[in-house]
């Protein structure tokens, strides 16, 4: 099954920045709606951001003007995160939908075929 392969978690202070990366099996044709999830412990799995195979994004209420989703590569995507606070701790995930023509591009989680393992990003205040 393919997995999607993640990196860039950690541990930091109110207010520090972290950068998250994602990538996906490379294809010569097709392109990738890539997003990035978030779950904390108990909680359901929340959209954080989406950017779609033209480099159109979407953020939640929440990210919007700290965080900025960017496609490194056609199959690689980060995530900055910017003036991080104490809510912003969860488990972290990249999810992806491959095609050559039309790709679905969520909203939700259960849109989303492709995901990584999680990365754990952990704010103190």
């Known amino acids: 099954q393919v997995r999607l392969e993640e990196s860039g978690g950690g541990s930091v202070q109110a207010g520090g920045s972290l950068r998250l990366s994602c990538s996906a099996p490379?294809?010569?044709?097709?392109?990738?709606?890539m997003a990035w999830f978030r779950q904390s412990p108990g909680e359901e799995r929340e959209g954080v951001a989406i950017?779609?195979?033209?480099?159109?994004t979407t953020y939640a209420d929440s990210a919007k003007g700290r965080f900025t989703i960017a496609k490194d590569n056609a199959n690689i995507v980060s995530l900055q995160m910017n003036s991080l606070k104490p809510e912003d701790t969860a488990m972290y995930y990249c999810?992806?939908?491959?095609?050559?023509?039309?790709?679905?591009?969520?909203?939700?989680?259960?849109?989303?075929?492709?995901w990584g393992q999680g990365t754990q990003v952990t704010v103190s205040s």
């Open positions: 999810a992806a939908n491959y095609g050559l023509v039309h790709v679905k591009c969520g909203p939700t989680s259960y849109d989303f075929d492709l």
């Open positions: 950017i779609d195979g033209r480099g159109r």
């Open positions: 490379k294809y010569n044709y097709g392109s990738y709606c």
